[in-house]
């Protein structure tokens, strides 16, 4: 079966840091580029970072640049999602995504994703 489980989220006090996990079964990360997304509450869903199945040139929303960075360990078929400096604006549920593209394919937060997690919550709030 396949699946997409997010992990790592939790409530942080502004500044802190948290790294958010999303391990897959029934499929193979190896083949797919990656996006995280979230989605606060009264918002629309927006991306946050995505990441090319070769790992090079990850994209991040302007919001989180400097601050989040996206990483990926295709032999645990996990990505990661590293956060720093949260603000409580990056309130909201996170979710990961993946997407089949070709292998030098760049990666791209605007375009249809194949498979969705559940998401995890996080809280930003002092």
């Known amino acids: 079966q396949l699946q997409l489980v997010e992990s790592g989220g939790g409530l942080v006090q502004p500044g802190g840091s948290l790294r958010l996990s999303c391990a897959a079964s029934g499929l193979t990360l190896d083949y797919y580029a990656i996006g995280w997304f979230r989605q606060a509450p009264g918002k629309e869903r927006e991306g946050v970072s995505c990441i090319s199945r070769s790992g090079a040139s990850p994209n991040y929303a302007d919001s989180v640049k400097g601050r989040f960075t996206i990483s990926r360990d295709n032999a645990k078929n996990t990505v990661f999602l590293h956060m720093n400096s949260l603000k409580p604006e990056d309130t909201a549920i996170y979710y990961c995504?993946?997407?089949?593209?070709?292998?030098?394919?760049?990666?791209?937060?605007?375009?249809?994703?194949?498979?969705w997690g559940q998401g995890t919550q996080v809280t930003v709030s002092s």
């Open positions: 995504a993946v997407r089949g593209t070709a292998l030098q394919a760049k990666c791209a937060m605007g375009t249809t994703y194949d498979y």
